[in-house]
C-alpha cells in the first residue's frame, strides 16, 4: 500500500529524499533558480553559462555547430540532441524527468526517444490555453472577466473601426496576437497612422483579440492547478515598459512584491477569480503550474484578466522565493508533487488563506535589463552573476560570487544574473540579465524609483562592446529575436 503525504511537512520530507533525477532544461536556470536546494536530484542544463562554471548543480555542455536558433524550443530540441546532454542525463541514473520553460511536439519526440518523462501537460494543451483568444472564452467559462474585447478577424483599418463600434469599445485600441510576449505582438492603434504601422502583423492572423485600451495597473499572479484544488500565489506588481529597461512599449521587465501592494478587494478578487480559472482549466484537462496576468482599470477599479501563460514564467523566481514558500514549500513543488505520482492531502483553502495574508509577504523585486539602443555589437566585457554592492556615490562595485538571492543581505546589495556576456551578441531588446534587490523598484506611482535608476545604469556601465566586423554581420541576430527568460 503506498504511503499517502499528509500536510506540508510530509510533502517538504519527500521532495528533501527524492532518488529520482529531475532536470529543469533552459536557456538559463533563472525562471526555476533554487528549486535545487528544495528537490533532491534536481539539476540544471542550461545553454547559457550564467554563472562561468561555478553553479553546483548548473551543467552547460560544450557548444557545437547548429542551425541559427528561432525560439527557446529550439534552444531545447538542441540541447537534448547535445552527447554531453544526453551523457549527463544517462549518468543520473534511470526513470529521470524534464521540466521547460517553453517545448514543443520535437521536444516530446526526443524525451520519448531518451527515455525521458516530462512533467507538464502536453505541448498542444498548451499550446491551445496559451492562444489569448483561448484565455478569454477559458476566462468567460469560468466566470473572470476580459477588459471589453472583440475576437474577430481583421481586413483593415476601416473594418477595425467597425468591429470596435460594434462591441461598443473605445477609439483608443489595444490589439494582441494569439501568441506573443513582452509587447512584442501588443499593438496600440488609436489612428491610422498607428494601423498602418503594424498592419502587416494584424490582417495576417485569422483572429486578434481588439480591446478597448484602459488607463490601467498590471499585475501578475501564479497557481498551480492539482487534484486537490488550485493554489493560488500572491499578486505581484508588474514593471511594464519602461525605457530604461525595455525597447517595447507594453513589454514586461520585472516585478515587485511586498505587503500592501494592492488594496485587499483586489487581492481577494485577484485570488477568487485565480481559483476558479485555475478550476475551469484543469476541466480542459490542464494541471500544474500557470500565470495570469491581470489589469486593474484605474478609473473605474475593475479588475480585469489579461493573459494565461501555462507555465513557469519570469515571475516564478519571485513566487518561489517569497516568505511563504520559506514557511510552506516553493509553489513549483506541488508542481512537481501533481505529477509525481504519490498521494497527497492537505488543505488547499488552509494554504491559500495563509498566502493571503501580508504577514507571509515579504518585500523584494526584480528588474529585466535588455539592451534597448537599435543597434548590433558585440560584448567585450560583462558584469559577473552574484552580489553587488552600491556605494555612497551611487557607484556599484562587485562583492562576491554567490548563486543565493537570499545572499543579499540589505537593499544597499543586489543578486545580478547575467545573460549576454563577453562574445555574445549585444541587439535591441537582447536580455543582459536580471537584478534582484530587497525592497522596492518603483514609486508610489508605479515608476522606476530613484534607487532602480542607479542600479540600471550602475550595471550597464559595467558593459563594454565593440563594433561588429564583417564576419559578424551575417550572424548577428536580428532585434527582439525570441523570448528567452
Not at 551543467?59 to 537534448?80: A, K, T
Not at 483568444?133 to 471589453?148: F, H, L, Y
Not at 498607428?194 to 485600451?213: G, L, Q, S
Request: aromatic share 12%.
Amino acid at each position: 500500500m503506498k504511503k499517502i503525504l499528509q500536510g506540508i511537512s510530509d510533502i517538504r520530507r519527500y521532495f528533501h529524499r527524492n532518488e529520482r533525477p529531475i532536470f529543469f532544461i533552459s536557456a538559463t536556470n533563472f525562471n526555476l533558480l533554487g528549486i535545487d536546494e528544495w528537490v533532491k536530484g534536481f539539476k540544471y542544463i542550461c545553454y547559457i553559462d550564467c554563472y562561468d562554471g561555478q553553479h553546483p548543480n548548473v551543467f552547460v555542455p560544450s557548444e557545437i555547430p547548429h542551425p541559427e536558433f528561432e525560439s527557446i524550443e529550439d534552444i531545447n530540441n538542441y540541447l537534448l540532441e547535445h552527447k554531453e546532454v544526453i551523457d549527463y542525463i544517462k549518468s543520473h541514473g534511470n526513470n529521470p524527468v524534464a521540466v521547460f520553460l517553453m517545448f514543443d511536439e520535437k521536444t516530446e519526440a526526443l524525451c520519448r526517444e531518451l527515455g525521458i518523462e516530462i512533467w507538464f501537460p502536453p505541448a498542444n494543451l498548451r499550446s491551445r490555453c496559451d492562444n489569448k483568444m483561448e484565455t478569454v472564452r477559458i476566462g468567460n467559462m469560468a466566470g473572470v472577466p476580459s477588459a471589453p474585447n472583440a475576437l474577430s478577424k481583421v481586413e483593415s483599418y476601416q473594418h477595425l473601426r467597425a468591429l470596435a463600434k460594434e462591441h461598443h469599445l473605445s477609439d483608443d485600441l489595444v490589439i494582441q496576437t494569439a501568441f506573443g510576449d513582452s509587447g512584442h505582438t501588443t499593438f496600440f492603434i488609436s489612428n491610422e497612422e498607428d494601423w498602418n504601422k503594424h498592419a502587416d502583423e494584424i490582417v495576417c492572423d485569422p483572429e486578434v483579440k481588439i480591446m478597448k485600451r484602459l488607463n490601467c495597473r498590471g499585475s501578475t499572479l501564479e497557481a498551480c492547478t492539482t487534484r486537490k484544488g488550485t493554489i493560488v500565489g500572491p499578486l505581484l506588481t508588474e514593471v511594464v515598459g519602461a525605457r530604461e529597461l525595455t525597447p517595447y512599449k507594453g513589454g514586461w521587465c520585472g516585478n515587485e512584491i511586498f505587503p500592501g501592494a494592492f488594496t485587499r478587494q483586489i487581492r481577494d478578487q485577484a485570488r477568487d477569480y485565480t481559483f476558479k480559472f485555475g478550476e475551469q482549466l484543469r476541466k480542459e484537462g490542464y494541471r500544474g503550474y500557470f500565470d495570469l496576468d491581470y489589469l486593474i482599470d484605474l478609473d473605474s477599479g475593475e479588475l480585469y484578466l489579461g493573459e494565461l501563460n501555462p507555465r513557469v514564467t519570469g515571475a516564478s523566481s519571485m513566487t518561489n522565493h517569497a516568505a511563504f514558500a520559506h514557511a510552506d514549500a516553493p509553489l513549483f513543488l506541488f508542481h512537481l508533487l501533481e505529477f509525481a505520482g504519490v498521494d497527497f492531502v492537505f488543505d488547499v483553502d488552509d494554504l491559500n488563506s495563509r498566502w493571503s495574508d501580508p504577514d507571509y509577504i515579504d518585500s523584494w523585486c526584480q528588474l529585466v535589463i535588455k539592451h534597448t539602443k537599435d543597434s548590433v555589437d558585440v560584448v567585450t566585457q560583462a558584469p559577473a552573476s552574484g552580489i553587488w554592492k552600491m556605494n555612497d556615490d551611487g557607484s556599484i562595485t562587485y562583492n562576491r560570487f554567490d548563486y543565493h538571492r537570499r545572499a543579499v543581505a540589505s537593499e544597499r546589495e543586489a543578486f545580478f544574473l547575467r545573460i549576454t556576456g563577453p562574445d555574445d551578441f549585444r541587439y535591441e531588446g537582447a536580455d543582459l540579465g536580471i537584478l534582484i534587490l530587497r525592497g522596492r523598484s518603483m514609486t508610489d506611482d508605479f515608476v522606476l524609483n530613484d534607487r532602480a535608476h542607479a542600479w540600471i545604469k550602475g550595471i550597464l556601465d559595467q558593459y563594454q562592446a565593440s563594433p561588429l566586423e564583417t564576419a559578424q554581420v551575417e550572424a548577428a541576430p536580428t532585434a527582439g529575436a525570441f523570448k528567452i527568460l
